[in-house]
């Protein structure tokens, strides 16, 4: 599928083309630091993971 042709009825459209809504166009991201992905990674399962289920829908 080509990034102006519109999924098929029961396909689902190609994230790596779909830009979303709103004003932002691209992101730049630096540097992952260790330590915040921990954090973010303990909060994620103690207040998130109960309905966002990573890998299921």
Known sequence: MLA????????????????????VQSI??????????EEGKMLFESKCSACHKIGEE
Not at 4 to 23: C, H, L, Q, S, Y
Not at 28 to 37: C, K, N, S, V
């Open 28 to 37: 730049e991201l630096g540097e992952i630091d260790p330590a915040m992905a």
């Open 4 to 23: 102006d042709e519109e999924p098929a009825e029961n396909e689902a459209p190609d994230p790596m083309t779909v830009k979303g809504v709103g004003p």
